[in-house]
């Protein structure tokens, strides 16, 4: 069983940066993807973004791409989101989530959601 604990989030003007931090244990961190998932109000959970087990393929969903860029620590067991030019619309509670895989693979392959962590962007 997987426990993760995300941090980081908080309040934050359009344009502004915030950097999500997740803390995982109760498994072998390093042999598997992690991604962060996030979900506003009234909304399905959307998935962010993804990287493999080893750090070099990630995903990102269209509209974080260019701004958001995902990391890994796999001596700290820690997963990583730093949020750039954030706008509006990135205001959402964020979780990270482990995958079942080593490779990124789809949003049904991750479990053990963390508390979550809210993102507010002000215009």
């Known amino acids: 069983q997987v426990q993760l604990v995300e941090s980081g989030g908080g309040l934050v003007q359009a344009g502004g940066s915030l950097r999500l931090s997740c803390a995982a244990s109760?498994?072998?961190?390093?042999?598997?993807?992690m991604g962060w998932f996030r979900q506003a109000p009234g909304k399905e959970r959307e998935f962010v973004a993804a990287?493999?087990?080893?750090?070099?393929?990630?995903y990102y969903v269209d509209s974080v791409k260019g701004r958001f860029t995902i990391s890994r620590d796999n001596a700290r067991n820690t997963v990583y989101l730093q949020m750039n030019n954030l706008k509006p619309e990135d205001t959402a509670v964020y979780f990270c989530?482990?995958?079942?895989?080593?490779?990124?693979?789809?949003?049904?392959?991750?479990?053990?959601w963390g508390q979550g962590t809210q993102v507010t962007v002000s215009s």
């Open positions: 989530a482990a995958g079942r895989k080593r490779s990124i693979a789809t949003m049904d392959d991750y479990y053990g």
């Open positions: 109760g498994r072998t961190f390093a042999w598997y993807a």
């Open positions: 990287i493999n087990w080893s750090g070099d393929t990630t």
